[in-house]
């Protein structure tokens, strides 16, 4: 009997980054499949890995309250550099909370202080994500549409 079986509410919604439930993760894939074959949602590859990627990244998203559903996530190809959710991760999520972050502070009138990247990340950045970063900007391929019929 340990701490894990014990559910903590911590900060409040706000702090809290959700997750997608089971059920929910399960329809993603569901959607994502065709011909028996799971294809990532952005570029249509057929994947071996792949990621259930928050659509908006969590730190944009300010009603947290409101549960996760099959429409918030995609399916997206991953585990190569040039993968879908590698690159979403190394150019749209980090610097786009970044810039968020900033702007926020800046429309509040809050003066930044001089910046110190990633130290107050909403939620730990891992050592493989952080090395991402370092790769700058690549272009993002088109987004597919959703529910397309094929
Ligand atoms: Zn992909």
């Keep these: 009997m340990g701490n894990a079986s014990r559910e903590v509410w911590r900060a ?3 702090m809290s980054r959700r997750e997608f439930s ?3 993760k399960v329809e993603i894939i569901k959607r994502a499949t065709h011909g028996g074959q799971i294809r990532c949602d952005v570029c249509g590859v057929a994947v ?3 990621q259930i990627d928050h659509k908006i990244a969590e730190a944009y998203v300010t009603d947290k309250i409101r549960k ?3 429409d918030d996530g995609q399916l997206l190809c991953s585990g190569t ?3 879908c959710h590698d690159r979403k991760t190394a150019t ?3 610097p786009g909370i970044a810039r968020a972050k900033r702007r926020e502070a800046a429309e509040l009138g809050v003066r930044t202080s001089p ?6 990340a909403a939620f730990a950045v891992s050592e493989r994500t952080a090395k991402r970063v370092d790769r700058g900007p690549k272009e ?3 987004r597919r549409a959703m529910f397309v019929e094929e």
């Design 92 to 94: 749209d999520d980090v």
């Design 22 to 24: 089971t059920a929910v």
């Design 68 to 70: 996760l559903t099959a």
């Design 140 to 142: 993002m391929p088109p």
């Design 12 to 14: 409040g919604p706000q």
């Design 115 to 120: 910046v110190k990247p990633l130290q107050s």
């Design 48 to 50: 071996k890995k792949f």
């Design 81 to 83: 550099p040039d993968s």
